[in-house]
Every structure is written in C-alpha cells, then in structure tokens.
Nanobody, 125 residues
C-alpha cells in the first residue's frame, strides 16, 4: 500500500502559479502510476494529469494543456503538479492518486486505488 499527502495549495491571483506536491510513503513509489484530479464542491472529481512510472509518459486534460506540468522524482517519492497561468475556474480541491493497475482508462478515477486527502487551490480574479 501507499499513503499520499498533498501540499502546496493556497490562494493565488489569476495568472499566477502554484506548485503542488504529493509525497508518497513506502519504498516502491516507482511502481505506481500517478495522477492528479480536482473536484469542486457538488461536482464530480475530474482528471487533470497523469504520469507513468519513470515519467516518460505524461497525460493531460485538455483544459490544462500548455499551462500545467506533471513530473515526478522517484528518489524523493514525490509527484508534482506545476500550475501556471491559473484561472478562476481552476479553483478546486486537488487530489493526488496512485495505482499499480493501469488500463486505457488513465483519465478515469476508478482506475486509481489510492488517494490523498486533497489540497485546496483558490484562484481569485
């Protein structure tokens, strides 16, 4: 099993940047396919980005392409989400997720078996 702890959320003005971190416990972090999702209260949790085990594969939701960058440091057991050019509509709780069972549905939250507690990102206009 793996435990995930997100950090780095906060309040930022539109056009600003934030870097989210997700620290994972355990010694097998490199065996986990990692993802970031976000959720607005009252709405479903939606896919933001995902990264493969070595970082060679990166996948993004259309609404963050060109603005967000996902990366990972397997030596530090951490996955990151660099968020640039933030918009008020990016306001949400951001969740880190992990899985060892990868299918074609990498954008589907049901593929991920492990979740962090979330970190709030608020973008003011």
């Amino acid at each position: 099993q793996v435990q995930l702890v997100e950090s780095g959320g906060g309040l930022v003005q539109a056009g600003g940047s934030l870097r989210l971190s997700c620290a994972a416990s355990g010694r097998t972090f490199s065996s986990y396919f990692m993802g970031w999702f976000r959720q607005v209260s009252g709405k479903e949790r939606e896919f933001v980005a995902a990264i493969s085990w070595s970082g060679g594969g990166r996948y993004y939701a259309d609404f963050v392409k060109g603005r967000f960058i996902i990366s990972r440091d397997n030596a530090e057991n951490t996955v990151y989400l660099q968020m640039n050019s933030l918009k008020p509509e990016d306001t949400a709780a951001y969740y880190c997720a992990a899985t060892t069972r990868v299918t074609d549905a990498i954008r589907n939250r049901s593929m991920y078996g492990y979740w962090g507690q979330g970190t709030q990102v608020t973008v003011s206009s």
